[in-house]
Structure formats: structure tokens, C-alpha cells
């Protein structure tokens, strides 16, 4: 799976911020809290104009393999469905942490409160 991590370009092609949302509206509850709050910090951050385009490559690389539909992990299994999604997205937000600021993740944190209300900051932790 870390080459496949590794690859990010390939799946920089899947992104797509439409159907960002539309993946998010369809798995939200199912992928967890912790999955959609990596995927928002990751947007956030990415549409931040201070992140280099280095990172934003990253970052749209792991958001692509979130939207890609065909995965490692079928996003159908129970529990571990998301595994290798969550994989790539703590893989990308450990690469381009240092531009997450403390405003992207208040917009990651309200934009989260729409899909899963009030989320306790522990069952947030990624990294």
C-alpha cells in the first residue's frame, strides 16, 4: 500500500472538488467523522492560496484516491472500508501539516458539525 501512497499523482486526476462533495454526502456517516474531517482539512488547506503547489499535489492526490471508487479496501466493508482511505489521508496531512492553520481547521470543524453535529475533539485525532 505505500507505493500506492506514494504514487499520489495518479490519483491527483480523481480530483475533482464537485465530486469531493458528493462522495462526502454519500459516505459521511459510513466513512466516520475522522475520515471527513482528514478530507476537509486536506481541502481547506489546499485551497489555502499560502499552501506551495507542491503540497496541494499531495493533497489533491490522497482527496483523488477518496473519490477514486475503486479502492484497496472496497469502501463497502464494514469498519475497515475506509482504512486505506484514512491511510491517505493521514499520509497527505503528515506531508503538508505545516500550512494547516488554526483557520482551516475551525472551517473543517464547522463544515464537519453539518454532517455529524457536535463532534468530540479524541475521536478527531489522526495524527
Known sequence: MTKKLNDYLSYRQYFNPADMWDKIAGVAKKAGAKVIYGVL????????????????????????????????????????????????????????WNNITPEIHTKARRKLETWFGDVKDSELKIL
Open 41 to 96: 482539512l486536506l481541502y481547506y488547506t489546499a485551497t489555502d492560496p499560502a499552501t506551495p503547489a507542491a503540497d496541494k499535489a499531495k493533497i489533491y492526490g490522497a482527496i483523488g484516491y477518496f473519490i477514486l471508487p475503486l479502492d484497496l479496501v472496497p469502501d463497502l466493508m464494514p469498519v475497515v472500508g475506509f482504512s486505506d482511505d484514512l491511510a491517505a489521508i493521514t499520509w497527505a496531512l503528515k506531508a503538508v
